[in-house]
């Protein structure tokens, strides 16, 4: 028993250090070549086995990238992985923008003084589920372009911004030669999955990429993923949620797996996918143990996609992905923790693995397999019966079925393995790590502070109990103008596609005209009990109809139709259609074609002379909101919008603006703003546009009270959130905040209730482990190999459970503990008759008021053995709580 906490300095000096290195040190590494060779990437004349961490710098802030980098190392990443982002570093062609989160020569220069490597994706094409795949939509307008082929205008313009990227990176001393982390680039994306559309004209272009890049002098190697046809001087990589089957398209490339899928992103009334911890290990570990050296977790770290990156349509604004450091940079357990153990697994076998150019095969039954490393050694026999202890050896033992366990024997020894899973072997002979079993904690996340942000009462600050914050008083509002509101308009006959208008400036698009409706209209109505009808053949994203300022409906999807009834009197109405986009499209072939707005025909039916074709009326447009154009949403231009006080007793009305100021929650916990009593809407913070915001609900059926992580994963399986909304929930980052009298303005389309409106601590508030006897020791304990023979060592096979709380929390007490067998899971543990008395006292008294600790899985540690014969279990929740309020309590 005891306690062990993290080997690292507190964060404000860690910080400080990392500052000192990024803004005085021009050199990370010695100067080291980057090659490769069929089995992996040789880096500094050496073969490397690689795990890389997936973060893309404008998911978060700069403010939060170092802690991000530093748990990505701690969870056992060698590489960061990124894209660039076009249309942030270019939004306005020829201007370029490398400051705040798209300061992208900071964030190299992180991961470089962290003492990982980097590995560029530039694309430039991204996908990612980004606004219009990462391209700036001024692209778009280029006369005569068209994207991702053999197009002499596209090409100068991709050319020109990856030769920028390059010489950026370059000029900084950034890559690898140099002293720099990155060791590796991309040039486009996805490419193979819609090359087809192009024909001949896309199989030129993929020759033409590769061409490109080679000749801009990295000197460090190119991929391209998902491109079987690329050119020898490139790297084809595989994206999916499995890739041991995949292999390169020439024996003299290595096996790299440039997207592994450990989750999946949200649409707005969407369920939430899950990707079990056993699975994405078994995946990854299947990976290395059939002859792959370098795996990338999409996402490591998704983050948000703040203001309007999100793309689509209808992808919702977290893009949290079920990574392992959560939107917030929150540790999600299990999956951090045992995807840890399984790379420090990896890491034991490297030896074994860059010293063999392929592994030997070995049959253990009809669904089990073996594969075996070794190098400077001579295992003799076909079937591996007989180790000969010379060299160095790993293996990797495989049950692929999905159902059952599975005996097997291996060099002489049996082994148990669990269905769908791998055990790993770095000496052949101790197994070190399964992929089905977890020993890491499980951590559920808790929410704190959950108080209104404003009150009724006039004229005062409230005081909330100790430990909460302080908040403003009272909501403002102020009504957006429907329809036409600026000089700026113009008019013109016909209906224009939107994104020709808009530039994406803005998601919103007003189209007015004046509809004339005659007595003989109105009688003809009655008689037929009928309304007219706006018609459109096809819309997309969102489209709502106002008739004489009023909202008559509205209708969202893909490409859909709309058919909206509406109300009209007789003489002039003015009628309002306000196209909406929710995200630019970001995949596909042809995807700059997709526009936004409407198609086809667009018709007012239901008149007694016939249709009126709205496509041959005058329409008046107007780009966006009043207040968006005048940023009254900023502290410097709030009060260009006329602002009243907002009671409860008001009638909330559509197309509103809401603000309100509160003061910052105590402590360093990630702060959230709870929107799930409003409707559809933006929000910002100080000026800060925290993103979109839809309280669309998810189906009640499609998620599965137990997930089983045995059998191939997609994205419908282990689905959560039934029933709820997609995303309630809204990250503001802490570097965001001031102390007091932050800004929080919100623009409302729908309705919504803003006095229900509430801020949200997140931290991992209940910690859980769950371990027996028939687990592993701790990992850590093993040593490298250290003989001939290569054999690990170890002195005490003891299996432990380890608990942590986040950093500035300790474990205040310890809610259930029982040595046995214990049944249930976190939060529904239960004791059984197998039981040792004294486990409460036992636990406690190695964990209460402590970080971190571990205790020993064994009769020893709790003075006897409750139930002879019978393998125990460990069962623990404990509860953490800040440092400060366990001092306070003392």
């Known amino acids: 028993m005891g306690e062990r906490r993290r080997n690292s300095l507190p964060f404000l000096l860690l910080l400080a250090i990392v500052h000192f290195a990024v803004t005085t040190n021009s050199a990370f590494f010695k100067p080291f070549n980057v090659s490769y060779d069929h089995r992996a990437l040789i880096i500094d004349g050496k073969r490397r086995m690689l795990n890389s961490a997936g973060i893309h710098y404008p998911r978060a802030t700069p403010e939060m990238w170092p802690d991000l980098i530093a748990k990505s190392k701690e969870g056992g ?7 660039t982002f076009w249309s942030g570093h270019e939004p306005v062609r020829g201007q370029y923008y490398f400051e705040g989160s798209y300061d992208i020569v900071k964030f190299v220069k992180l991961v470089g003084s962290s003492g990982m490597y980097l590995h560029l994706r530039i694309g430039p094409y991204v996908c990612a589920e980004w606004n219009f795949g990462g391209f700036p939509v001024w692209l778009r307008d280029i006369p005569g372009i068209e994207f991702r082929t053999d197009n002499l205008l596209f090409k100068v313009e991709m050319e020109r911004f990856v030769r920028m990227i390059v010489d950026l990176m370059r000029e900084e001393k950034l890559f690898s030669w140099q002293g720099g982390p990155i060791i590796m680039l991309q040039v486009e994306n996805e490419y193979g999955n819609i090359e087809s559309s192009y024909g001949q004209r896309g199989k030129n272009y993929v020759k033409w990429a590769a061409r490109m890049a080679m000749e801009l002098g990295a000197r460090v190697p190119w991929v391209m993923c998902q491109q079987a046809d690329a050119p020898e001087t490139i790297i084809n990589t595989c994206n999916g949620y499995y890739c041991d089957g995949f292999k390169p398209n020439s024996h003299d490339k290595p096996t790299l797996w440039t997207e592994d899928w450990d989750g999946w992103y949200a649409s707005w009334g969407g369920r939430l996918p899950h990707r079990p911890a056993e699975d994405l290990a078994f995946a990854v570990a299947r990976f290395f143990e059939r002859g792959g050296s370098f795996q990338n977790y999409y996402m490591y ?68 397999e073996a594969h075996v490393y070794y190098g400077n050694n001579h295992i003799e026999g076909h079937n591996l019966t007989r180790y000969t202890g010379q060299g160095i050896c790993s293996a990797f033992l495989a049950n692929i079925d999905e159902h059952r366990s599975a005996t097997v024997h291996f060099l002489g020894q049996a082994y148990i393995l669990p269905p769908w899973s791998v055990s790993i072997l770095p000496d052949c002979r101790n197994v070190v790590f399964n992929t089905a079993k977890i020993a890491a904690q499980t951590s559920i996340k808790s929410t704190a502070n959950e108080l209104p942000l404003s009150f009724t009462v006039s004229g005062e600050k409230i005081k909330k109990p100790s430990g909460t914050s302080y908040f403003g008083n009272s909501w403002m509002w102020s009504q957006e103008p429907i329809g036409v509101w600026s000089p700026t308009n113009f008019t013109v006959e016909g209906i224009l596609e939107h994104l020709n208008v808009t530039k994406d400036l803005s998601d919103y698009l007003w189209h007015f005209t004046r509809i004339y409706v005659s007595e003989d209209d109105i009688t003809f109505w009655k008689e037929k009990d009928m309304r007219p009808t706006v018609s459109i053949d096809s819309i997309r994203d969102v489209l709502r109809v106002f008739v004489n300022g009023q909202l008559a409906g509205s209708t969202f999807g893909h490409w859909v139709k709309a058919m909206q009834p509406v109300d009209l009197l007789q003489g002039y109405n003015d009628l309002v259609l306000l196209s909406q986009t929710v995200g630019l499209q970001n995949y596909g072939a042809f995807f700059e074609r997709d526009g936004a707005g409407f198609r086809g025909k667009v018709k007012l039916t239901g008149f007694k002379d016939g249709d009126i074709d709205l496509a041959k009326s005058l329409w008046t447009y107007q780009v966006g909101l009043m207040g968006e154009f005048l940023k009254i949403y900023t502290t410097e231009d709030n009060e260009k919008a006329e602002w009243t006080y907002l009671t409860q007793d008001d009638t909330l009305s559509t197309f509103s603006w809401y603000k309100t100021y509160f003061d910052s929650p105590d402590g360093t916990d990630p702060v959230a703003i709870d929107l799930g009593s409003m409707g559809k809407g933006q929000a910002w913070v100080n000026g800060h546009h925290i993103g979109r915001y839809w309280t669309l609900v998810t189906p009640k059926s499609g998620c599965q009270p137990i997930c089983d992580y045995r059998g191939p994963y997609n994205s419908k399986k282990c689905c959560t959130n039934c029933g709820k909304p997609t995303q309630t929930w809204y990250h503001v980052p802490r570097s965001w905040l001031q102390g007091s009298d932050n800004l929080l303005v919100i623009f409302e389309e729908t309705g919504g209730d803003p006095f229900d409106i509430s801020i949200k601590l997140h931290f991992s508030g209940i910690i859980c482990g769950q371990v027996s006897e028939s687990h592993y020791p701790p990992i850590q304990k093993w040593s490298l190999p250290d003989s001939v023979g290569g054999r690990i060592s170890i002195n005490d096979m003891t299996p432990e459970m380890h608990l942590q709380c986040e950093d500035g929390y300790v474990i205040s007490s310890i809610e259930f503990a029982s040595y046995g067998t214990p049944e249930g899971s976190c939060q529904n543990f239960r004791k059984s008759s197998c039981h040792a008395p004294n486990s409460l006292l036992v636990v406690t008294k190695a964990c209460q008021g402590k970080n971190s600790c571990f205790v020993r899985i064994s009769n020893a540690e709790f003075d006897g053995d409750p139930c002879r014969g019978t393998v125990k279990t460990l069962a623990v929740q404990a509860q953490c709580i800040s440092s400060s309020e366990h001092l306070s309590a003392l």
């Open 301 to 368: 770290f998704g983050g948000t996609n703040f203001g309007r990156t999100s793309g689509g349509p209808f992808y919702v604004t977290s893009y949290d992905y079920d990574a392992p450091i959560d939107e917030y940079g929150l540790l999600s357990q299990p999956k951090w923790g045992h995807l840890k153990d399984l790379h420090a697994a990896i890491k034991l076998c490297e030896a074994a693995l860059v010293a063999s150019d392929a592994a030997q095969y070995l049959k253990l039954g009809p669904m089990q």
């Open 77 to 83: 990443a060698d590489v960061i992985q990124t894209y």
